[in-house]
């Protein structure tokens, strides 16, 4: 099961995608994990600072 971004609260900050060890998670507008290539490690929940991910 893979983590996902709400895209209602992102603010592309960049957090989420310094700490993912796999690079699942693009940047844009708001930023997006790929759900084939996520672990489900939750390190970037753990980091995001509006707590916009979460398992899917």
């Known amino acids: 099961m893979a983590f996902i971004i709400d895209k209602e609260l992102c603010t592309a900050c960049g957090a989420c995608m310094d700490e993912c060890p796999t690079e699942a998670i ?8 790929n759900p084939n290539e996520c672990t489900d490690c939750g390190a970037c929940a753990d ?3 509006v707590e916009a991910i979460s398992p899917n």
């Open 47 to 49: 980091v995001c600072p």
């Open 26 to 33: 693009s940047e844009g507008d708001v930023y997006s994990i």
